[in-house]
């Protein structure tokens, strides 16, 4: 163990986890209607387990979840001019 005020490349990893997770967690529930703030309590206290847990909730209705899918439709992926 240093004295000198550094940390660890695991602690690094962890924490670098421990954040990813928590935004993961807060997009998920935000498309799927329940709320970022949601998210970011599932992220935070749960670490990745609040990222299965916020994958394995069910779509709210009118959800963007459900209206455009899992996946967010690009800037400019609107229907083509003919």
Do not use: C, D
């Not at 990893?13 to 970011?40: H, M, P």
């Amino acid at each position: 163990m240093n004295g000198n005020g550094t940390i660890g490349a695991l602690a690094l990893y962890l924490l670098f986890l421990w954040l990813i997770s928590a935004a993961g967690a807060a997009w998920l529930t935000e498309r799927k209607g329940y709320g970022e703030r949601t998210g970011l309590m599932l992220g935070l206290l749960l670490t990745a387990g609040g990222l299965l847990v916020a994958l394995l909730l069910p779509p709210r209705h009118g959800s963007k979840w459900r209206s455009q899918g899992w996946r967010p439709r690009r800037r400019g992926a609107g229907p083509r001019p003919r």
